[in-house]
């Protein structure tokens, strides 16, 4: 709890400012080492008026009980209450005096109206022999009081009050001043705290743009070195870190570039070497196997020697026949697996129809398909045709084989210059980010991925589990994008 | 007398095959054959036949190309169109080209000569492989019922919600646009499919395009 509550306090110190902070260090130091001087000169300086203030009022004591010597002993009260007036005018400080006779009765004092009872004795010790004045506490202040025998005390005794205002004056116009002093210095210091943080933090704030700038992507920004010291040599060691940031960079673009050209190939290669294959076996083998089936055909319907046929019944006729026509199936399948020759020929609307027609007889999964066009666009570019069906036949084998929907749709949107996918199923649906750790039904989705980046389109997957999986693919079409009207092109 | 044929088909071996298989019928006979387009279109041109036996791929031109430029010489040509294709896309565009048969090279030995003898008559001919293909594209497709007049018991915000979807956003891209969260998204496009009775998005986006949500037109 205590713990907790330090390191808040001192995390929000270390969050100001560093002007600020120098400015608190500045303002701490001055404040505490103004107080110690105030503190300590005070003391030495009350001391010594003190002593003096005391050594006066003893002086003056003595130099009444030397004028009062006379009157007092003459008793003419008339000259002793004028010396009192004259001393008290003389000194202001005095506060009262009081003179009493050698039976300590009093004679006169400065008090109109009686004197207080606490000094109605002699309180005070006597000087001499004894020169140290009483200090006397009072609403008015300190008063120093001391008490003088008049001609040794054979004709009576002068007391003597004197307030310490003087000295208390002296010592506050002395706080003042320090206070002032301390005032002056803050000032200066804040000042110079200003100056000395522009200085320290101007580098830095360089620093902190140049690296904001670097955060943005412009890679070549460098930060000024304004001098040599630490920060200096931080810009310094950030100029270095950028300069290999950016020669980083430049090699992963390369690479980048080198990988994007790499799989636009490889996929390339891939559809060109399907697609012959596809052909190959389509028109040649398929042909081969055609050609084979009209001659077992012929020699066995048309053959005119009784012999032959016995060599060639027509159970055996049939059966090879039968096995001609299922190798010629596999073939057409194999062929079609490869690359539907409806794609290149009637596009993907159609392919995709026909995909998806498939797909309804083999798996129980009921599928909406709307492929969306205005009347009187040409067919999409072929490339991007081609990737969108097989987008779409890796989804399909998504949602067979993981999603367990019972109904999925598939959408296209073409717009002049975009074409939108869309598929949908009300699937189990999956964790995104756990797909992507177990990296198994990724790297189809993977695949989509990078064959949508090689059209500069855009791939958003939508799924979480038990709701469901959202494929959009978006690809945009060029302004003349040149599509392969053409029918059949072999 | 016979009925003249000419075969056009890049594959030699299969021509051979079949022209041995024609000739065994005695009221057919093969009188010409030629291996590409161009020259198919030359020589039926030339030459007087009854039916062109035409391969849908072959080099040079493709087989719809040829159809449609030897039916420009000789609109009342009889072609049957031999191919491996059973596709109901090709079925549709020969017969629009105003071929006259359709057969598929495995029940050659069978059906073409009957495909033929139709074809010459003047009668339209579908390979009997293919028929269940014709008969399930012309039954399948039902005209939907126009789901109509029920935009008014969708609130403003799920008209919209509808569109975005219509357009291809996801969720977090709706929520997004409508400045709510991705929840509120779910719920009203829950909403949407329960009120609507939509079954999939396709049908949501075809009801959007029907009802003019959702524009595709060109400029």
């Given at each position: 709890?205590?713990?907790?509550?330090?390191?808040?306090?001192?995390?929000?110190?270390?969050s100001?400012?560093?002007?600020?902070?120098?400015?608190?260090?500045?303002?701490?130091?001055?404040?505490?080492?103004?107080?110690?001087?105030?503190?300590?000169?005070?003391?030495?300086?009350?001391d010594?008026?003190?002593?003096?203030?005391?050594?006066?009022?003893i002086?003056?004591?003595?130099?009444?009980?030397?004028?009062?010597?006379?009157?007092?002993?003459?008793?003419?009260y008339?000259?002793?209450?004028?010396?009192?007036?004259?001393?008290?005018?003389?000194?202001?400080?005095?506060?009262?005096?009081?003179?009493?006779?050698h039976?300590e009765?009093v004679?006169?004092?400065?008090?109109?109206?009686?004197?207080?009872?606490?000094?109605?004795?002699?309180?005070?010790?006597?000087?001499?022999?004894?020169?140290?004045?009483?200090?006397?506490?009072s609403?008015?202040?300190?008063i120093?009081?001391?008490?003088?025998?008049?001609?040794?005390?054979?004709?009576?005794f002068?007391?003597?009050?004197?307030?310490?205002?003087?000295?208390?004056?002296?010592?506050?116009?002395?706080?003042?001043?320090?206070?002032?002093?301390?005032?002056?210095?803050a000032?200066?210091?804040?000042?110079?705290a200003?100056?000395?943080?522009?200085?320290?933090?101007?580098?830095?704030?360089?620093?902190?743009q140049?690296?904001?700038?670097?955060?943005?992507?412009?890679?070549?920004?460098?930060?000024?070195?304004?001098?040599?010291?630490?920060?200096?040599?931080l810009?310094?060691?950030?100029?270095?870190?950028?300069?290999?940031?950016?020669?980083?960079?430049?090699?992963?673009?390369?690479?980048?570039?080198?990988?994007?050209?790499l799989?636009?190939?490889?996929?390339?290669?891939?559809e060109?070497?399907?697609?012959?294959?596809?052909?190959?076996?389509?028109?040649?083998?398929?042909?081969?196997?055609?050609a084979?089936?009209?001659?077992?055909?012929?020699?066995?319907?048309?053959?005119?020697?009784?012999c032959?046929?016995?060599h060639?019944?027509?159970?055996?006729?049939?059966?090879?026949?039968?096995?001609?026509?299922?190798?010629?199936?596999?073939?057409?399948r194999?062929?079609?697996g490869?690359?539907?020759?409806?794609?290149?020929?009637?596009?993907?609307?159609?392919?995709?129809?026909?995909?998806?027609?498939?797909?309804?007889?083999?798996?129980?999964?009921?599928?909406?398909?709307?492929?969306?066009?205005?009347?009187?666009?040409?067919?999409?570019?072929?490339?991007?045709?081609?990737?969108?069906?097989?987008?779409a036949?890796?989804?399909?084998?998504?949602?067979?084989?993981?999603?367990?929907?019972?109904?999925?749709?598939?959408?296209?949107?073409?717009?002049?210059?975009?074409?939108?996918?869309?598929?949908?199923d009300n699937?189990?649906?999956?964790?995104?980010?756990?797909?992507?750790e177990?990296?198994?039904?990724?790297?189809?989705?993977?695949g989509?991925?990078?064959?949508?980046?090689l059209?500069?389109?855009?791939?958003?997957?939508?799924?979480?589990?038990?709701?469901?999986?959202?494929?959009?693919?978006?690809?945009?079409?060029?302004?003349?994008?040149?599509?392969?009207?053409?029918l059949?092109?072999? | 007398?016979?009925?003249?044929?000419?075969?056009?088909?890049?594959?030699?071996?299969?021509?051979?095959?079949?022209?041995?298989?024609?000739?065994?019928?005695?009221?057919?006979s093969?009188?010409g054959?030629?291996?590409?387009?161009?020259?198919?279109?030359?020589?039926?041109?030339?030459?007087?036949?009854?039916?062109?036996?035409?391969?849908?791929?072959?080099?040079?031109?493709?087989?719809?190309?040829?159809?449609?430029?030897?039916?420009?010489?000789?609109?009342?040509?009889?072609?049957?169109?031999?191919?491996?294709?059973?596709?109901?896309?090709?079925?549709?565009?020969?017969?629009?080209?105003?071929?006259?048969?359709?057969?598929?090279?495995?029940s050659?030995?069978?059906?073409?000569a009957?495909?033929?003898?139709?074809?010459?008559?003047?009668?339209?001919?579908i390979?009997?492989?293919?028929?269940?293909?014709?008969?399930?594209?012309?039954?399948?497709?039902?005209p939907?019922?126009?789901?109509?007049?029920?935009l008014?018991?969708?609130?403003?915000?799920?008209?919209?919600?509808?569109?975005?979807?219509?357009?291809?956003?996801?969720?977090?891209?709706?929520?997004?646009?409508?400045?709510?969260?991705?929840?509120?998204?779910?719920?009203?496009?829950?909403?949407?499919?329960?009120?609507?009775?939509?079954k999939?998005?396709?049908?949501?986006?075809?009801f959007?395009?029907?009802?003019?949500?959702?524009?595709?037109?060109?400029?």
């Amino acid at each position: 709890m205590f713990r907790t509550f330090v390191s808040s306090i001192r995390w929000r110190i270390l969050s100001f400012p560093i002007f600020l902070k120098i400015i608190g260090i500045g303002i701490i130091t001055a404040m505490l080492f103004g107080a110690v001087t105030l503190l300590q000169t005070r003391a030495t300086t009350s001391d010594i008026l003190y002593q003096l203030l005391e050594q006066k009022t003893i002086a003056m004591g003595h130099s009444l009980a030397d004028t009062l010597e006379r009157p007092t002993s003459t008793g003419d009260y008339y000259a002793i209450s004028r010396h009192l007036k004259e001393a008290q005018k003389s000194f202001p400080e005095i506060r009262y005096i009081i003179v009493r006779s050698h039976n300590e009765k009093v004679i006169a004092s400065t008090f109109e109206s009686g004197i207080p009872p606490d000094l109605s004795k002699i309180s005070s010790p006597l000087c001499p022999p004894k020169c140290t004045a009483k200090t006397i506490g009072s609403d008015e202040g300190i008063i120093m009081d001391i008490s003088t025998p008049i001609a040794g005390g054979y004709v009576g005794f002068v007391q003597l009050g004197v307030l310490d205002h003087i000295v208390t004056r002296e010592l506050d116009s002395l706080r003042n001043r320090v206070l002032w002093a301390l005032f002056l210095c803050a000032a200066i210091g804040i000042a110079y705290a200003f100056m000395l943080t522009g200085i320290l933090t101007k580098p830095i704030r360089h620093l902190v743009q140049a690296a904001n700038k670097i955060r943005e992507g412009q890679f070549a920004t460098r930060a000024t070195v304004f001098s040599n010291d630490e920060i200096g040599r931080l810009a310094v060691a950030f100029n270095q870190m950028a300069e290999a940031l950016m020669q980083y960079r430049q090699e992963v673009q390369a690479k980048e570039k080198a990988r994007l050209s790499l799989i636009e190939r490889t996929v390339q290669i891939q559809e060109d070497e399907r697609k012959s294959i596809s052909r190959e076996l389509h028109d040649h083998f398929g042909q081969s196997l055609l050609a084979l089936l009209l001659q077992v055909q012929s020699g066995c319907k048309y053959s005119p020697s009784r012999c032959a046929r016995a060599h060639f019944p027509d159970s055996l006729c049939f059966h090879i026949e039968d096995t001609i026509r299922k190798i010629i199936e596999e073939v057409h399948r194999l062929a079609w697996g490869m690359r539907p020759s409806i794609l290149d020929d009637y596009g993907l609307e159609s392919a995709l129809a026909r995909h998806i027609g498939e797909v309804i007889k083999t798996a129980r999964l009921e599928i909406d398909y709307q492929f969306l066009s205005p009347d009187g666009l040409k067919r999409l570019p072929i490339g991007v045709e081609v990737s969108l069906y097989r987008i779409a036949q890796e989804a399909t084998t998504n949602i067979i084989k993981h999603a367990k929907a019972s109904h999925a749709s598939f959408v296209v949107l073409r717009q002049i210059h975009e074409v939108t996918m869309l598929i949908e199923d009300n699937g189990q649906g999956f964790d995104f980010a756990a797909a992507n750790e177990k990296g198994d039904q990724c790297l189809g989705l993977l695949g989509m991925r990078e064959r949508v980046n090689l059209l500069g389109g855009s791939f958003v997957i939508e799924s979480a589990p038990g709701e469901g999986t959202t494929i959009r693919v978006r690809i945009p079409l060029a302004e003349d994008s040149n599509a392969n009207t053409d029918l059949h092109s072999g | 007398m016979p009925i003249r044929i000419f075969i056009a088909d890049d594959h030699a071996v299969f021509r051979s095959g079949l022209k041995v298989l024609l000739e065994k019928e005695a009221d057919l006979s093969v009188v010409g054959e030629t291996g590409n387009g161009f020259d198919t279109i030359r020589a039926v041109a030339e030459t007087d036949v009854d039916v062109l036996l035409l391969d849908v791929a072959m080099p040079g031109l493709s087989g719809a190309r040829v159809a449609e430029e030897v039916l420009k010489g000789k609109p009342n040509l009889a072609i049957v169109v031999l191919t491996m294709h059973e596709d109901e896309y090709y079925l549709q565009e020969f017969f629009r080209l105003g071929v006259r048969a359709y057969v598929l090279k495995k029940s050659t030995g069978t059906d073409v000569a009957q495909a033929i003898r139709a074809a010459q008559k003047g009668k339209q001919y579908i390979d009997p492989a293919l028929t269940g293909l014709v008969i399930s594209s012309y039954v399948g497709r039902q005209p939907t019922k126009p789901k109509s007049a029920r935009l008014d018991i969708m609130t403003p915000r799920e008209l919209e919600v509808l569109t975005l979807l219509a357009y291809g956003h996801t969720n977090g891209e709706i929520a997004e646009k409508l400045c709510i969260s991705e929840r509120t998204v779910e719920t009203h496009r829950t909403n949407i499919m329960t009120k609507m009775e939509f079954k999939s998005r396709a049908e949501l986006v075809r009801f959007a395009i029907d009802h003019g949500m959702l524009k595709l037109a060109v400029d």
